[in-house]
């Protein structure tokens, strides 16, 4: 199975400064059709996961720009470029490349 | 708007079965590819398995821990999915959620879950 690992954990932020987290994946998440299948979810508390990102740095229908993903091969970024109250949640990056599809262990993004 | 609505968890004995059920609305269903993940309590996310559509040969795929004790399935004219879980452990109580797929990734939109405990 392909691991994915996130970093940091946890990221406490200052309302209106930027966020990144960073998702790592033991192989690469190329596929054989060129595309590589690279989603970012959010949980915010309570509630179920949503799309933000898929395919690497596709921003999901009603997404504000401030999220914006980047990446390839292995290495993989989640940016949130001017954190809002509404962003507190844990994020998860996954992959879809390879059966079975696996999630990071999320982030905790908080407000200081 | 797509929705997906699941039904069907609850208590159960470790040992015994629950069939869960999703019903989409907003998006025409037999042409979605459709996944189940489910959450355990205060953990992270586990793929459960998926089903493709019926032009691309309704196949499933499972993931290990429930492989040979779940099973998923679907009803096109009933806009709706199923997960048929068997042999159920302690291990398998979570909060399911069923997940479609509409074009862009196989996780576009998200129900609310249902929770499954399994417990004496």
């Known amino acids: 199975d392909i691991v994915m690992t996130q970093t940091p954990l946890s990221s406490p932020v200052t309302l209106g400064q930027p966020a990144s987290i960073s998702c790592r994946s033991s192989?690469?998440?190329?596929?054989?059709?060129?595309?590589?299948?690279l989603n970012w979810l959010q949980q915010r508390p309570g509630q179920p996961p949503r799309l933000l990102i898929y395919?690497?740095?596709n921003r999901f229908s009603g997404v504000p720009d401030r999220f914006s993903g980047s990446g390839a091969g292995t290495d993989f970024t989640l940016k949130i470029s001017r954190v809002e109250a509404e962003d507190v949640g844990v994020y998860y990056c996954?992959?879809?490349?390879?059966?079975?599809?696996?999630f990071g262990q999320g982030t905790r993004v908080e407000i200081k | 708007e797509v929705q997906l609505v699941e039904s069907g968890g609850g208590l159960v004995k470790p040992g015994g079965s629950l069939r869960l059920s999703c019903e989409v609305s907003?998006?025409?269903?037999?042409?979605?590819?459709m996944t189940w993940v489910r959450q355990a309590p205060g953990k992270g996310l586990e793929w459960v398995g998926r089903?493709?559509?019926?032009?691309?040969?309704?196949?499933?795929d499972y993931a290990a821990p429930v492989k040979g004790r779940f099973t998923i399935s679907r009803d096109d004219s009933k806009d709706t999915l199923y997960l048929q879980m068997n042999s159920l452990k302690t291990e398998d109580t979570a909060v399911y959620y069923c997940?479609?797929?509409?074009?862009?990734?196989?996780?576009?939109?998200w129900g609310q879950g249902t929770l499954v405990t399994v417990s004496s």
């Open positions: 997940v479609i797929g509409v074009g862009l990734s196989e996780f576009d939109y």
């Open positions: 907003g998006f025409t269903f037999s042409n979605a590819w």
């Open positions: 089903i493709k559509r019926k032009i691309d040969g309704e196949t499933t």
């Open positions: 192989q690469s998440l190329v596929n054989g059709d060129g595309n590589t299948y």
């Open positions: 395919k690497i740095s």
């Open positions: 996954m992959q879809g490349t390879q059966l079975p599809q696996t």
